[in-house]
């Protein structure tokens, strides 16, 4: 039985970073960072870098795609936009992108931050001072701005009220 020679430092990471895309999205420094660890011996600059631009340019990695995927993710595990963009930044993206994901193609910060709010405590119109504060706090843990928090709060303690 013949042993089969083994195929070239670029495919071979072409072939890993495809496998790693189609499971999900991922952004352009998370998959260099992923193929250095599992090739160290192929050198960034030579073949892993290359073999992502050729990715890229046949639009199979998109770094804008990664984005939105992630911001649609988080956004529905009840996160908000501070918390996700802190999380996006260790991924290298550029800030137009990010801008682009949170607030251009995102959802409405306000409506999500009403959601969560809703979700998690029960909403009194006679809610007291400290209660609101409660909610204030554990909304800004989650990520979300505080003039979302005080509109969300505002509709939601008007809505019960009326």
């Given at each position: ?28 420094h ?23 631009q ?109």
């Open positions: 039985m013949s042993k089969t020679p083994a195929d070239p430092p670029a495919i071979t990471a072409r072939r890993a970073a495809m496998n790693l895309l189609a499971r999900r999205e991922h952004s352009f998370e998959l260099l960072q992923k193929l250095s660890e599992k090739f160290p011996d192929f050198s960034k600059e030579e073949i892993l870098v290359p073999a992502l050729c990715l890229q340019d046949e639009n199979l990695q998109s770094d804008a795609r990664f984005a939105e995927a992630y911001v649609r993710y988080r956004s529905t595990r009840g996160f908000g936009p501070q918390k996700i963009a802190a999380e996006l930044y260790s991924r290298k993206l550029e800030p137009e992108l990010l801008d682009t994901a949170l607030y251009e193609n995102g959802p409405d910060w306000t409506v999500a931050c009403a959601e969560v709010l809703e979700k998690k405590f029960r909403i009194k119109a006679n809610a007291e001072e400290a209660e609101r504060m409660y909610w204030q706090r554990f909304l800004l843990q989650r990520g979300f701005a505080q003039d979302d928090i005080r509109k969300a709060i505002k509709a939601l303690l008007d809505k019960r009220s009326s």
